[in-house]
C-alpha cells in the first residue's frame, strides 16, 4: 500500500488571558439582514441585523459581552462612514465536533458560535450602496494559508445596493454551519448554499477573506485596542476600503485555498474539491443577491476548516539501497566510520516514540530511542534490526532493518589531453578489484555520459569540466573520484561573425567571432587605421568617412594563441542630417496650410510624408490638410551616396473655434465700429498678441491685450493716420486649456 506523505499541522494552545484576548482566535462569520418596512422618517426605513460569529473555543474565553458594528455609505470603492450601532450578545452555543479515528487527538478543535441581533431604524433611502461591516482580531496562529494569521483580524460584512433599499429586500441567510474537520484524501462536498426568502437568485463565487484590525492593545501588547491596528478597532475611525488577506505562498489564493488532488469548485452554493494537505485553513465566499437581473446585496462568509486524517498511515521506513516488503536493506562501504539510519517513516507528526533494535554479527545486542540512528558498524558481515514506532499503541508500525557492512574497492582515474588543442582528451580508470566485476559510470560534465574504462572524449566548447567517475562492485560499494579538465583551445581559423563592411557614419559595429563566444578568452582587435579594442563583442564607432582592415588576436585563458589578418576593407559613408521646421506647428481648419522649411544637411534627395496619406518629394513643400487630428510628418533625407536619415514632427490640426474678426472696420470717431479687435477670445484665452502690417510688411500696430484694439493710427507716427485700404493682421493666443490658436487675414480701413 502506497502512503501519501503529507504535512500536518498541529492546533497550537497557547495560555492567553482572558481579559485581554476574550473574542480573539476567530473562525469565521457572516451577517444577514431582514427590511421591516418604512421607518418613521420619509424615504427611511427599518432593519433587523444578524451576525453570526464563530471562535476557537479551546481556551478559557468568551465573546465580547459588546460589539461594534459599522454602518458606511459607498460610492465605488470610496466609503464614507455614517454611523455606527453598539450590539448586546444575544446568545452563545458550542458547536458540536464529528468525531474522526485513530489521529483525531492530534486535533484539538473546538469551535463556538455567538449570534449578535440588533435593529437600525430610519436608515435613509440613498442612491448609495450601504456597507455594514464588523471588524475584530484575531485569527487562529495555526492557519496554514495565510501570513502571520495571528496578528491578522477579520471582517464579516455585507452591501445593500439603492435597488435593495427601494424594494425594502430581505437578504439571503445562511444558517448551515460548515464542518470543523473534513478529511484528507476524500472526496468533499459541503453544503455552502444560502436560503433567500424572496426567491431571488444567488450567485456564488470563492473570494480572499478581508483582514481586520490588529494585535495593538490585546494579550498585554501596548497601543490602543480601539485603533485601526487594535483588536476591537473603532468603526468611525477604521473607514473601508477593506484590505484580503496575504496568502502564505504562491500556492494558495483565494481561488485555491487549499491544497487539493483535483479541481476546487464551488457549484450552486456547494464547494467540491478532494483536500491532499494537512493543516488549518481560511477561505471566503461571496454571495450575490440579483432580482430581475439588478444586483440588490453581497455578502462574504468567512469560513475556517481543518483538514484531517480520519486515520493515521502511520508507515515506517528507511533510507535504504532496497526495500522489500517489511524489510529494507543498507549496504555500509565504509565500516570504520560513523554511520546513520536516516528515518523517513510517515507520517512523522503521528509518530510519539521510536525504538531501535539491533543485533551484530558477534552477536552483540544494541538499541536506541532517537529519531535516527547513528553508530559505527565496526565489524564487516550482517547486522539484523528492527525498527519500531509507537511500541504498544494502536496506531503503531515495524520495520526489519538489515545493514551490510562491506569494504568498497579502490580505485584510480586519469586524463591527458592538451588543452590548446582541438583533439580529444583520453580517461582511464584501474581498480583493486577486476574491472569487469565492477559497475562503472563516467559523467564528462558536459551532459554525457560512458560506462568503459577507458574513453577518448571530445568537448566541443570551452570550459572547466569537472568529470566524475564511479565504480560500483557486486556488493553494491561504491567509490568515486572526480577530475578537473581545463579546455581551452585556441582555434587555428577564425571567422567574423558581424555584417558587410560598407556603411554610413555615425554606425556602431559590434564586432565578434563564430569560433568562440567564451567571455574568459582575451581579444585583441586591431584596425589598420590605428585603432584597438578588447573583449569577445566590443562596439566601434564609425564617425568619419573612413577605409580600413582588420587583425584579431585570441589568447586562451590558459595561454594557448591565436591570431588572423582579414583583408575586409571597412568602408564608412557619410550620412546626411535630415531636419525641418513648421512655420506653424498648431492651425485649424480656417488655415489649413503648413508651410515646412527644410534644414537638412548633406542631402540631395527628400520624401515627405504628412501623415495623412499624402507625400511629397519636394524641397520646401507646402500641404493643405482637410481634417483635424494628430499628424506625424516625416522627413526621408538621402544623400547622393545613398545613405539616408529620417526626422519627423507631430503637427495637430484643431477644431474651427468661436474666435472670429471683423473684415472691415471705420475709424472715423463716430462711436461705431472705430477699433479693430478680434472677438470672443477673452473668456478663453490665456495669453495674447496682435500685429497690423501694411503690404510692405511693415509693422504698424501691436497689441498683447485684447481689449485695446487698433484705431488706424500708425506706431512708426501716432499722430498719423494710417491710409484707407487693405492691411494684414496676425493674431496668436493660448487657450485655457493649453492649445496655441493663430488667426490671420485682412482687414479692411475706411474713414
Not at 465605488?76 to 453598539?86: L, M, P
Not at 554511520?339 to 533494535?357: L, Y
Not at 499624402?614 to 506625424?632: E, M, V
Request: charged residues 15%; contains cysteine.
Amino acid at each position: 500500500m502506497n502512503y501519501l506523505r503529507i504535512s500536518v499541522l498541529f492546533i497550537l494552545l497557547h495560555a492567553i488571558t482572558e481579559t485581554t484576548l476574550r473574542a480573539e482566535h476567530l473562525v469565521g462569520g457572516v451577517l444577514s439582514y431582514e427590511c421591516l418596512g418604512n421607518g418613521s422618517l420619509a424615504n427611511t426605513k427599518n432593519y433587523r441585523f444578524k451576525l453570526s460569529l464563530t471562535r476557537d473555543c479551546s481556551l478559557s474565553t468568551s465573546f465580547d459581552t459588546n460589539i461594534e458594528i459599522g454602518i458606511y455609505q459607498a460610492t465605488g470603492t470610496k466609503y464614507a462612514f455614517y454611523r455606527k450601532v453598539s450590539v448586546p450578545l444575544t446568545k452563545e452555543t458550542k458547536v458540536p465536533l464529528d468525531q474522526k479515528s485513530c489521529a483525531i487527538l492530534l486535533y484539538n478543535v473546538c469551535v463556538a458560535e455567538a449570534i449578535y441581533e440588533f435593529t437600525v431604524t430610519d436608515l435613509p433611502v440613498i442612491n448609495q450602496d450601504y456597507l455594514i461591516a464588523y471588524q475584530r482580531c484575531c485569527r487562529n496562529m495555526t492557519i496554514t494559508n495565510i501570513l502571520d494569521p495571528g496578528r491578522t483580524g477579520s471582517t464579516i460584512m455585507i452591501e445593500i445596493t439603492p435597488e435593495a433599499q427601494q424594494l425594502c429586500n430581505q437578504s439571503a441567510t445562511s444558517n448551515q454551519l460548515p464542518p470543523l474537520v473534513v478529511c484528507a484524501n476524500q472526496d468533499l462536498r459541503i453544503n455552502l448554499a444560502s436560503i433567500d426568502p424572496d426567491g431571488d437568485q444567488l450567485m456564488y463565487e470563492l473570494c480572499a477573506p478581508y483582514t481586520g484590525g490588529g494585535p495593538q492593545g490585546g494579550g498585554g501588547s501596548a497601543g490602543s485596542p480601539i485603533g485601526c491596528n487594535g483588536i476591537n478597532p473603532d468603526p468611525a475611525v477604521c473607514v473601508p476600503p477593506l484590505n484580503e488577506v496575504s496568502y502564505a505562498n504562491s500556492m494558495t489564493t483565494a481561488l485555491n485555498p487549499f491544497p487539493s488532488s483535483t479541481p476546487i469548485q464551488l457549484i450552486n452554493g456547494v464547494l467540491i474539491a478532494t483536500p491532499s494537505t494537512l493543516g488549518q485553513y481560511i477561505f471566503g465566499i461571496c454571495i450575490k443577491e440579483f432580482r430581475n437581473g439588478k444586483l440588490l446585496s453581497t455578502l462574504r462568509r468567512d469560513i475556517q476548516i481543518n483538514i484531517a486524517l480520519c486515520s493515521a498511515p502511520i508507515k515506517a521506513g528507511v533510507v535504504a539501497d532496497n526495500t522489500v516488503s517489511n524489510t529494507a536493506t543498507i549496504n555500509l562501504c565504509d565500516p570504520n566510520s560513523p554511520f546513520e539510519i536516516t528515518n523517513i517513516s510517515a507520517d512523522s507528526q503521528f509518530i510519539k516514540t521510536v525504538f531501535w533494535e539491533f543485533k551484530g554479527p558477534k552477536g552483540n545486542i544494541f538499541n536506541d530511542t532517537t529519531f535516527n540512528f547513528k553508530k559505527t558498524f565496526s565489524d564487516t558481515g550482517t547486522y539484523m534490526g528492527k525498527l519500531f514506532l509507537n511500541r504498544g499503541n494502536q496506531c503503531s508500525d515495524s520495520l526489519n532493518v538489515i545493514v551490510q557492512s562491506r569494504n568498497k574497492s579502490e580505485i584510480t582515474a586519469t586524463v591527458s589531453y592538451d588543452s590548446c588543442d582541438l583533439s580529444p582528451a583520453v580517461f582511464n580508470l584501474s581498480s583493486t578489484t577486476p574491472l569487469a566485476d565492477l559497475n562503472i559510470k563516467w559523467s564528462f560534465g558536459d551532459s554525457t555520459f560512458s560506462s568503459s574504462p577507458q574513453n577518448t572524449h571530445q568537448y566541443l566548447r570551452p570550459g572547466v569540466y569537472d568529470v566524475d567517475v564511479v565504480a560500483t562492485n557486486q556488493q553494491g560499494c561504491m567509490a568515486q573520484k572526480t577530475l578537473k579538465v581545463k579546455y581551452f583551445p585556441a582555434p587555428p581559423n577564425l571567422t567574423l561573425d558581424f555584417p558587410d563592411s560598407i556603411f554610413c557614419f555615425p554606425y556602431s559595429l559590434k564586432l565578434g567571432l563564430k569560433e568562440i563566444t567564451d567571455t574568459t578568452y582575451t581579444y585583441n582587435w586591431s584596425f589598420s587605421d590605428g585603432r584597438n579594442f578588447s573583449g569577445a563583442h566590443p562596439s566601434v564607432i564609425f564617425d568619419k568617412a573612413v577605409s580600413s582592415t582588420l587583425m584579431i588576436k585570441l589568447a586562451s585563458p590558459v595561454g594557448c594563441l591565436s591570431q588572423k589578418s582579414f583583408s575586409r576593407t571597412f568602408v564608412s559613408k557619410e550620412k546626411p542630417i535630415a531636419d525641418f521646421a513648421l512655420i506653424d506647428d498648431m492651425i485649424n481648419l480656417r488655415n489649413p496650410q503648413i508651410d515646412l522649411i527644410n534644414r537638412s544637411v548633406n542631402a540631395a534627395q527628400y520624401v515627405w510624408n504628412f501623415g495623412d496619406g499624402n507625400t511629397s518629394t519636394l524641397a520646401n513643400p507646402q500641404h493643405l490638410y482637410d481634417r483635424t487630428g494628430r499628424f506625424t510628418i516625416t522627413l526621408i533625407a538621402t544623400h547622393a551616396n545613398g545613405c539616408t536619415d529620417t526626422t519627423f514632427q507631430v503637427l495637430t490640426i484643431g477644431e474651427l473655434t468661436d474666435f472670429f474678426a471683423p473684415n472691415i472696420f471705420t475709424p472715423n470717431g463716430d462711436g461705431q465700429n472705430d477699433l479693430f479687435k478680434p472677438l470672443g477670445l477673452e473668456s478663453n484665452m490665456v495669453s495674447f498678441e496682435m500685429n497690423i502690417f501694411d503690404r510692405w510688411g511693415g509693422v504698424l500696430f501691436k497689441s498683447t491685450d485684447p481689449s485695446i484694439g487698433w484705431d488706424g493710427t500708425s506706431t512708426k507716427n501716432i499722430s498719423a493716420h494710417a491710409a484707407d485700404g487693405v492691411y494684414l493682421y496676425f493674431i496668436k493666443f493660448t487657450t485655457t486649456d493649453g492649445q496655441q490658436k493663430l488667426l490671420k487675414g485682412s482687414i479692411t480701413l475706411i474713414r
